[in-house]
């Protein structure tokens, strides 16, 4: 599966979850038409491949804009889950709407590392370094620690674009939304930024 990815220009769409209350449809209009403008100055050199990350379907938030996106461009969409160790319930839960491409989270981070060694260690770290971080300012403001599994899904987000650009020799990545909750797992796209894994010029902000 890892060589059928090869064949596309990956498109990534991070944002919140069905706790959005804004309407996917509308959110969807305003995505594409930042993809479009931004694509017009820098085409994408194959086609492109909407990778999603695991979420179950939901009618609001990320999922459901994921689908509308990927209708309005008419794009199939590829999917890379959480190994069954890491979390048993990711993959059997996973929204698998247009989905042609699967692939683990392992799969992933092996040829990231075998083509970048120590990378994953720095990813680790630096994520580790942030929950920490986050996690102190939550406690000056008495606010419980994040949940344990934020660790994962950010080394999971992290980790399937630094390898999808890899692999595929470039990349899109889109926010849902122009402010970015600090405490989201959505934020650690800093760390790949912060490690040079991906560049600025890779996003597409929303609303321009």
Not at 108 to 137: H, P, T
Not at 158 to 178: D, F, M, P
Request: net charge neutral; with cysteine; hydrophobic share 40%.
């Amino acid at each position: 599966m890892i060589s059928a990815l090869q064949a596309y220009h990956p498109l990534i769409i991070e944002g919140m979850g069905g706790y959005d209350a804004r309407d996917p449809a509308l959110v969807c209009q305003q995505i594409i038409k930042d993809l479009q403008q931004a694509w017009r100055r820098r085409p994408p050199e194959k086609p492109v491949l909407l990778v999603t990350q695991g979420d179950p379907y939901e009618d609001r938030g990320i999922a459901a804009i994921t689908r509308g996106v990927a209708d309005g461009l008419k794009i199939p969409r590829g999917l890379i889950f959480l190994d069954r160790q890491i979390a048993d319930y990711h993959a059997a839960n996973a929204d698998r709407y247009k989905v042609i491409v699967e692939i683990a989270y392992s799969q992933m981070a092996d040829r990231l590392e075998a083509a970048q060694a120590g990378c994953l260690e720095a990813l680790s770290q630096q994520v580790r370094a942030r929950i920490a971080a986050k996690n102190g300012e939550r406690k000056q403001h008495n606010k419980p620690a994040l949940p344990a599994y934020y660790f994962n899904f950010a080394m999971l987000q992290e980790t399937t674009k630094a390898a999808c650009k890899q692999l595929c020799g470039g990349i899109t990545i889109a926010h849902t939304s122009r402010e970015i909750n600090q405490f989201s797992v959505t934020s650690f796209y800093q760390v790949g930024l912060a490690l040079g894994l991906i560049d600025a010029a890779d996003m597409v902000p929303f609303g321009g």
